[in-house]
């Protein structure tokens, strides 16, 4: 079976490269890797969520799962200084670049570590949970992470979620719609929807 950019551990060719790009109006030098999703630029769904995104008006920290190399996580965190946002991903190459894209960026209101889905996110109670999911790991996989993620938001708390409508769009808001109390398409473009779901 191939190795995905979701695997633990790697095993493709380390082959580290850097560049810049532009996110809410900061520039930002990523470094990136083989063996990480989206290696030459910040994925265009990506982008859509980080544009799309606003802060709940509920106190609490922000949750970037699935945070790869950080583009996410660290473009909300440097826009919103007054929030810690925690950035966790299964992929132990992803997180190292991660924590270096941090700190070459400047970028101190997080902290970044290895979890599969929220398992490892403890008692955190967040204002706001982002992600662009790993589509190849599974509906089943997927899906869970929605209902953890439920647990793991205050009340008045917002799940975003960037996918393909081809992808499974119209399926997520329907399984978001059994537990949240509003879901909302914020935005839909080339494809991608951006789904609110507020608990």
């Known amino acids: 079976m191939s190795e995905h950019y979701y695997s633990n551990k790697p095993q493709t060719e380390s082959k580290p490269r850097q560049w810049k790009f532009t996110l809410l109006g900061s520039s930002f030098l990523f470094e990136t890797d083989a063996g990480v999703f989206s290696k030459s630029e910040v994925d265009f769904g990506s982008r859509v969520l980080i544009d799309a995104f606003e802060m709940p008006k509920v106190e609490g920290d922000i949750l970037d799962v699935g945070c790869g190399y950080g583009p996410i996580g660290l473009s909300i965190a440097k826009a919103n200084q007054e929030r810690f946002v925690h950035m966790v991903d299964i992929n132990t190459r992803a997180i190292a670049l ?16 290895e979890s599969d889905g929220l398992a490892a996110v403890g008692d955190i109670k967040a204002a706001a949970i982002l992600t662009n999911p790993p589509i190849r790991a599974g509906k089943e996989t997927i899906f869970k992470f929605y209902d953890d993620s439920f647990g793991k938001l205050v009340e008045g708390g917002e799940l975003w979620v960037v996918i393909q409508k081809k992808q499974g769009a119209p399926s997520t808001v329907s399984h978001l719609e059994e537990k949240f109390s509003e879901v909302d398409v914020v935005e839909k473009k080339k494809g991608y929807w951006i789904i609110r779901a507020r608990k």
């Not at 991660?98 to 570590?113: E, P």
């Open 98 to 113: 991660a924590v270096k894209n941090a700190q070459v960026n400047g970028v101190q209101n997080v902290r970044i570590f």
